[in-house]
């Protein structure tokens, strides 16, 4: 479980509204070891229960709880070939672990002591969770969601609540089987933000990203009748030690700079990123040393054929970087959540971690985000901790998606967050998609 770090960098008054982290799988009976869980249905049942409205004291009045329903499982739909019929309920309470459930699937929000059981001793930190029933072959048979009722909802971007369609779209994910992915880069983050963090409404968790499509296709394949589905990236790291299971693995679209993908590495050095369209991939490699310390390495860049499988082998050369990022954010809170920008606008952001050794620049792996400036090096959050802030320009061509930052130290050495950047599509296409709505 990944745990935020907040600092309030204290440049101008504001108010820490703290990201949490998700829920993540509950399992029932078994652990999910190697096994790929999934549906094999057609047609996945989903009873929302009547707790599940403004009348909840945990949703604020008026929220369009029903739209916000409908929209998040529209937006895995789009990406399936999986139909949900939704049905509405009195049942308010999870399913107890077991060998199986009762067999509906249930988003509820009631304030019951089942309800809160599920969350244990993280009660204080996660905004919902899904408990997932499947059987001896992987295939789901239940799975239910529970809202926190601890916490507060909404679908407007009220400052401190969580957005409803957001948790829900990232439960929903759960529901279906995926999981959360080492690189944070979309939806299925094992990070969520509530709204007013860096200031602004936290709505970027609605939109599926490229990684999130790359992870739903790796279980279900693609919708397309004209896209062969997938490619896959597999390989073994070689390392001298390996005393942690924490090397991670991330893929840059090589044109764009977005995020298409990211996979753990185990503890045999095997790696795989599946459900990728053909295309040109950047590969990197991060890797955690005895001490904590993090080393980043473009690997290569390779072409991926429709329905390739590729594989390498990748022998790191362990350069440690001079200069580490660690969190970044903007108006004075860092955590270590995406900062959100839309094409055409730019935006001052702050980056934190050990920035000693000068000079430095800061710099983008995509052509579509330019540094406007020289980082500016402001107070320091600890005395380990150093922040810099860069003015970043988002061309109006951008492709929604995520997007890297590195800083590059004077010996060539480079420290990366993965995906900082979430480019929203721009309002004029989004309004263009869904003329209906405002
Ligand atoms: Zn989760």
């Known amino acids: 479980m990944v745990r935020l770090y907040y600092f309030t960098a204290a440049l101008m008054f504001c108010v820490l509204l703290g990201s949490q982290a998700f829920g993540s799988f509950v399992f029932s009976s078994s652990e999910r070891g190697s096994t790929e869980i999934r549906w094999t249905r057609r047609v996945i049942r989903v009873a929302v229960s009547n707790s599940l409205s403004d009348t909840a004291p945990n949703i604020k009045k008026g929220s369009n709880v029903t739209e916000a329903v409908k929209r998040s499982l529209a937006t895995w739909e789009n990406e399936l070939g999986v139909r949900f019929q939704v049905v509405s309920s009195d049942a308010a309470n999870v399913s107890p672990t077991g060998n199986s459930g009762d067999g509906i699937s249930?988003?509820?929000?009631?304030?019951?002591?089942?309800?809160?059981?599920?969350?244990?001793?993280?009660?204080?930190?996660?905004?919902?969770?899904?408990r997932i029933f499947f059987d001896r072959r992987g295939r789901i048979t239940e799975a239910d969601i529970v809202l926190n009722p601890i916490f507060q909802f909404s679908t407007d971007g009220t400052f401190g609540t969580y957005d409803l369609e957001s948790v829900l779209v990232h439960e929903i994910g759960h529901l279906?089987?995926?999981?959360?992915?080492?690189?944070?880069?979309?939806?299925?983050?094992?990070?969520?933000?509530?709204?007013?963090?860096?200031?602004?409404?936290?709505?970027?968790?609605?939109?599926?990203?490229?990684?999130?499509?790359?992870q739903l296709r790796s279980i279900y394949g693609s919708t397309s009748r004209y896209e062969e589905c997938c490619g896959e990236i597999r390989g073994k790291v070689t390392r001298e030690e390996r005393t942690a299971n924490d090397d991670i693995i991330w893929l840059e679209d090589a044109e764009t700079g977005r995020i298409a993908g990211s996979a753990l590495v185990g503890d045999r050095g095997q790696f795989s990123v599946k459900g990728l369209s053909s295309g040109l991939y950047s590969i990197y490699?991060?890797?955690?040393?005895?001490?904590?310390?993090?080393?980043?390495?473009?690997?290569?860049?390779?072409?991926?054929?429709?329905?390739?499988?590729?594989?390498?082998?990748?022998?790191?050369?362990?350069?440690?970087?001079?200069?580490?990022?660690?969190?970044?954010g903007a108006m004075g809170q860092m955590s270590n959540v995406p900062v959100q920008a839309e094409p055409g606008g730019s935006l001052l952001l702050q980056l934190a971690g050990r920035v000693e050794k000068r000079p430095f620049s800061i710099g983008s792996s995509s052509p579509y985000i330019m540094i406007e400036n020289d980082p500016k090096a402001d107070q320091s959050l600890s005395e380990r901790l150093g922040v810099v802030s860069v003015e970043i320009r988002i061309d109006e061509e951008t492709p929604a998606g995520h997007y890297s930052i590195f800083i590059r130290s004077s010996d060539g050495s480079r420290s990366y967050m993965p995906g900082a950047i979430v480019v929203s599509e721009s309002r004029e296409t989004s309004l263009l998609r869904n003329p209906q709505k405002n």
């Open 285 to 328: 490699l991060r890797t955690t040393g005895d001490d904590g310390s993090v080393t980043d390495e473009f690997i290569e860049t390779i072409e991926l054929a429709t329905g390739e499988s590729f594989s390498m082998d990748v022998a790191p050369q362990n350069t440690f970087a001079s200069n580490t990022l660690e969190f970044l």
């Open 106 to 130: 249930l988003i509820t929000a009631a304030p019951t002591a089942e309800n809160l059981q599920i969350f244990g001793e993280n009660a204080q930190h996660l905004p919902a969770m899904t």
């Open 176 to 214: 279906l089987g995926l999981d959360h992915p080492p690189i944070s880069a979309g939806v299925m983050s094992s990070q969520v933000a509530r709204n007013g963090l860096y200031g602004v409404e936290q709505l970027s968790g609605r939109q599926l990203s490229f990684a999130d499509v790359a």
